[in-house]
């Protein structure tokens, strides 16, 4: 291109943006931590694994918490907020509850100089304080059920390793807390809260998910049962996602959750809690980004267009002029950026607004304006496509929704693709020692079984995904080799 | 009627709702507690000093939230989150905010069973945490001004007898922090948002408050200057709502938060901070509840509605299936819950309702559905007033918005008749001792003077309003006589 020299000269500070310096598919742990911080999505802190969300990380979390909220409203369930401390001895009234949490709870002792009379635990989830009022609030059958949701951070004290948004040791999520008259009708909640989380993990971060039941060895600490998204990652390991618990009576009978039904009995409620949190956008970057950049989903991202003008010295002022105008077409429907800045190239802006993972990149010159069109380029693709300017809110619109199902698809085959199956233990072991992924094998339910899997392969079993429980009939547990009474995804986990 | 018998057998309870059993004129302390507790808008905890947010106070603050949050956005600041602990060392970075902050931070000090190196403080506030994260970001002129604002919880652990919302140890706020080139831009900001606060207030909450400037005495740890909105509660008493710091370069300083200027000068950025929080509910129910309950202004009410329908044994089905088609009806456009329990009596739901403080009841029975009209009544006058059905949509609208300025007038006139003039110290006294308020009053600018006042009638300077300093010329210190430099409001305050 004849402004190519100009462009060239503009460059002040003439490097490219900080970008990436390795390869996802050689380095990924090096990737993701170079993907995750240099994009200005996030960032470190002062204080160990707690995290800065940036604007295009915070938009990307209130987007999909906005969404899932929505929908739990259209549901039925209710915001309220509970207090972030809770005290000890509140903590200690579920047995297995506190088991699961005790080790990793970050306690407040002190107040300005005064020591506390009892310690306050900062809340690792909020079961104890909040069921403590449920006692309280409800009475009779007419109070149930009684669905109530809050959005707040947590902290659970990871002493492994920290591993941004994957395992940080603050998080933002929803906890949603429910209480029902029986078992029944608790258990008909499930199905309409996994189809929320999966319907916000496709349509808002293109991310697909094995949808199962969590094992009792891996259960939530306190639940009869655990349900559970599982999303496998690029390097092979396997990532819990969003939740669902199904707690029966066991914190109505620590926490006297009780009422009076139709029938004049006390009875306890029957309760379920659920969560989606930001490590979602710790999955969301390591599984859409490449060696350019991360990729931000068009739905989640805060720019979903930047565009950048290609000028010279003789035609800067048209050029301009003509971006600002379709900036303005395009804002009203589209969030829209302009790169009017200076001081740099537009192979320079290229690169760093792919570095960032802006979903679409208009270029614009004045061979463009004359022909009346403009170059479109595709984050996820690369692909660079002539749109004529009468055409392109409608053609951008069908883009962004492409680009989304475009991620989604490719994430889905690599899942699809490292589900592998195995004739026997052996050959599980090798390809969990190999290639990595997931397993799809018979076990017979027993954690023993579980246990030395774990012990030998170093694979947990993540879930046992609802799809599969078909083909149970007939088949033998792959370590032990009596009936199997369930099809189980082994896998290494974070 | 002709149904009040049968309506006499239905309350199973025969109770009336658990009420308030004090009058606010009377015991407005007592009134308050009662006010806010049993009325389901929120509920004590476990822990001392925090409380639970129910259905009704969670969406209250969330309305107004998303409102200022909106306001936020479009006047082009951007939400970020930043971790919730701060490592002692960066607490300690300024001098004026610690000393203003420490005395009331909650510290942790352990994880697990672990003691750690570092005491984290749970952010009071978040300046610290993020001005270290601005100097890593903030680079060149070109990085100006970063205009950030997080939404979250914080703690401050008064020692003093909390008073719920008004004085609690954890409450939600938004947390704005933005940094500029110039002092002059940095100015500017500062109409914009408290527009956008006295917006919110008026708009979302019905409430009146006071702009002005906080005396040096009085204005936030660390900051040149603070100005405030101030609320008058039914008792006399002041309370500072949402406010706005202008922080200079104190902040930059201690955090060395620098940048090049085009003038290739490395130079210290200024930067303001911004709140409001929880507290304006407490400020809200304070206001505008009488002794029926609390009233919730119309946009903050998570039901604006309630049809209550009036039936007997004989026309129960007619009557019930008339009142879901108003509901159907109404639902489409308003917050709008019907009440059809069958155990209490309409009287009975009346009151609870009126607790409760719902913007607007309609009551339908038999003799409106034969008329074609309903009996709507507002909750803010207890007027009663016939609709035809017909006009109902546009009646109930025009009336939710009249609630609204009816509540913000009343209140506002509340607000300016208590506030007094004194000639002298002894009439401000015998005021403030007296009938209580505001007096607005001269001073010469002096600490000494202020520190005075404060011993010897109680009142503080809550802030020297905006709209009154023009009256300033000729007029004599109401302590020492001098010059004065400011109008002043004393008052004793929360």
Redesign the interface.
Known sequence: MADKKERGEKSARGDRPKGITVKKSENFSEWYTQAITNTEFV?Y???SG??????D???A??TMQRATDALFKEVGI??????????ER?LNKEKEHVKGF?????????????KLDE??A?RPTSET??Y??YA??IRSW?DLPMR?N?W??V?R?E?KHPTPLLRSR?F?WNEGHTAFASQEEADLERDVILKIYEMITRDYLALPGILGKKTNKEKFAGALASYSIEHLLPDGLVVQGPDFHSDGQNFAKAFEITFIDRDEQRKYVHQNTFAISTRELGVLLATHGDDKGIIIPPRIA?IQIVIVPIYNNENMATVLMQAKALFMRLGVKFRTHVDD?D?YSPGWKFNEWELKGIPIRIELGEKEIKAMDVVVVRRDTGEKIKVKMADIELKIGELLNEINSNLYMRARKFLEANIHHAKNFDELKDTIKGRGGIVQAPWCGSTECEDKVKEESGAKISNMPFDKQGDIKGRKCIYCGNEAKHIANFAKSY
Chains 1, 2 share one sequence.
């Not at 005790?102 to 005064?114: K, R």
């Open positions: 960032d802190t002062a204080v707690g995290l800065a969300f940036r604007p990380g915070y938009f979390w209130e209710q915001n309220v907020y509970f207090p972030m401390l809770i005290p509140l005790s080790p990793e709870v970050a306690w407040v002792t002190h107040a300005g100089d005064s310690r306050l900062i304080i909040m403590e009022s309280k609030w007419r109530y809050q707040n951070s902290i004290w002493f603050e933002l805060r800045r001081i």
